[in-house]
């Protein structure tokens, strides 16, 4: 991670907010980085995500989180040195307005961190994780919730040329050598795809989802699982 401890010792006592924050796993890989902020603000629609972050990181005082939309966000103008947004591009629809509203909360100065898994090139464990993923992910637009498949590093490049930002570098962190893996062990996997399927039990198209599911532990069983490649992008104000 020492190109992102560079990046992130540019700004000391620096204000930063992470958008999409989630459990607030993110927040965790830049504290881990980088102790000298002065405060990081996480927000998210989801009061559930809110709640469990809050407890998560209930003894850092200079940690706050706050239930927010990223397209109606009430901050100020330029409040922010930094803002990161990870694993949440492809939660999100209409990029150039979100990063529209970004660009006016960030300092003239400062940078964007996007992070992002890829969907490809993946082991053959990786694979395990995108199978799991794209799962999720078709379930969660079955009940009408905005989650698409993941995506190559040319398709964010795209994305990313489309906004208000450019991009200063980015770099992939690959699980093997860097922190971000999670191990998890075949039973683990199991039973979150049946936890996925208990949310669709009375889908019309529940076979398919049984036999997707299915698929996956057979995949999984196979090849074991191993956390996909994640790609750092910085970016800057155009
Ligand atoms: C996959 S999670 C990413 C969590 C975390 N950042 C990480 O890297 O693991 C995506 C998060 O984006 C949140 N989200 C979706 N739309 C949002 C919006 N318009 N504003 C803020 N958060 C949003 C979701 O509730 C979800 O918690």
């Given at each position: 991670?020492?190109?992102?401890?560079?990046?992130?010792?540019?700004?000391?006592?620096?204000?930063?907010?992470?958008?999409?924050?989630?459990?607030?796993?993110?927040?965790?890989?830049?504290?881990?980085?980088?102790?000298?902020?002065?405060?990081?603000?996480?927000?998210?629609?989801?009061?559930?995500?809110?709640?469990?972050?809050?407890?998560?990181?209930?003894?850092?005082?200079?940690?706050?989180?706050?239930?927010s939309?990223?397209?109606?966000?009430?901050?100020?103008?330029e409040?922010?040195?930094?803002?990161?947004?990870?694993?949440?591009?492809?939660?999100?629809?209409?990029?150039?307005?979100?990063?529209?509203?970004?660009?006016?909360?960030?300092?003239?100065?400062?940078?964007?961190?996007?992070?992002?898994?890829?969907?490809?090139?993946l082991?053959?464990?990786?694979?395990?994780?995108?199978?799991?993923?794209?799962?999720?992910?078709?379930?969660?637009?079955?009940?009408?919730?905005?989650?698409?498949?993941?995506?190559?590093?040319?398709?964010?490049?795209?994305?990313?040329?489309k906004?208000?930002?450019?991009?200063?570098?980015h770099?992939?962190?690959?699980?093997?050598?860097?922190?971000?893996?999670?191990?998890?062990?075949?039973?683990?996997?199991?039973?979150?795809?049946?936890?996925?399927?208990?949310?669709?039990?009375?889908?019309?198209?529940?076979?398919?989802?049984?036999?997707?599911?299915?698929?996956?532990?057979?995949?999984?069983?196979?090849?074991?699982?191993?956390?996909?490649?994640?790609?750092?992008?910085?970016?800057?104000?155009?």
């Amino acid at each position: 991670m020492k190109k992102l401890q560079i990046e992130l010792a540019n700004f000391p006592q620096s204000t930063i907010l992470d958008i999409g924050t989630g459990y607030g796993s993110f927040i965790e890989i830049l504290t881990k980085n980088f102790n000298d902020y002065r405060e990081i603000i996480g927000i998210d629609t989801s009061q559930t995500a809110i709640d469990a972050a809050k407890n998560h990181f209930k003894d850092y005082e200079r940690i706050k989180f706050i239930k927010s939309d990223a397209f109606t966000m009430h901050f100020e103008n330029e409040t922010f040195d930094i803002i990161t947004l990870s694993n949440s591009l492809h939660h999100l629809h209409n990029l150039p307005t979100l990063f529209d509203q970004m660009r006016r909360v960030l300092k003239k100065d400062g940078i964007v961190i996007v992070n992002e898994m890829l969907s490809d090139p993946l082991t053959l464990p990786q694979i395990s994780h995108r199978l799991i993923h794209h799962f999720a992910a078709e379930i969660d637009r079955e009940k009408g919730i905005i989650h698409d498949e993941t995506f190559t590093e040319s398709d964010i490049l795209n994305l990313l040329n489309k906004t208000c930002f450019k991009i200063k570098d980015h770099w992939p962190i690959n699980n093997e050598s860097e922190d971000l893996s999670v191990s998890f062990d075949t039973s683990w996997v199991h039973g979150t795809l049946d936890q996925m399927l208990k949310r669709i039990q009375n889908s019309a198209q529940i076979e398919y989802y049984t036999n997707q599911a299915n698929l996956i532990k057979n995949h999984v069983s196979q090849h074991g699982f191993s956390s996909a490649t994640q790609m750092l992008f910085i970016l800057q104000p155009k």
